[in-house]
């Protein structure tokens, strides 16, 4: 089973910027993909962004195209989300996702991820 550590969450004002990273561990295979979610209060939870981890091609929601950055780091097994140009409507809980097996599609539905991690709050002060 993998586990799945998100850090890198905090407090910035509007236009500034944050750096998520999510750490995995237990897993002796590298994942098909994985991606960035969030949640905001009262909302349900929508796709951020996604790498396939072999071709190390991206894909991303039109809210944040432009403005973050998903990479990966094969060695650590790790996932990274650059957010730039923050807004407050990009304040939620971040949750970093993997799938250990293909999918087709974009990658930007959550039941297309098996592992999950606990999530890490992102606000954005206006």
């Known amino acids: 089973q993998v586990q799945l550590v998100e850090s890198g969450g905090g407090l910035v004002q509007a236009g500034g910027s944050l750096r998520l990273s999510c750490a995995a561990s237990?897993?002796?295979?590298?994942?098909?993909?994985m991606g960035w979610f969030r949640q905001a209060p009262g909302k349900e939870r929508e796709f951020v962004a996604r790498?396939?981890?072999?071709?190390?091609?991206?894909y991303y929601a039109d809210s944040v195209k432009g403005r973050f950055t998903i990479s990966k780091d094969n060695a650590g097994n790790t996932v990274a989300l650059q957010m730039n140009s923050l807004k407050p409507e990009d304040t939620a809980v971040y949750y970093c996702?993997?799938?250990?097996?293909?999918?087709?599609?974009?990658?930007?539905?959550?039941?297309?991820?098996?592992?999950w991690g606990q999530g890490t709050q992102v606000t954005v002060s206006s």
């Open positions: 790498i396939w981890w072999s071709a190390g091609s991206t």
């Open positions: 996702a993997a799938a250990a097996t293909y999918y087709s599609g974009t990658g930007s539905r959550d039941y297309q991820y098996d592992s």
């Open positions: 237990g897993r002796t295979r590298s994942p098909y993909a």
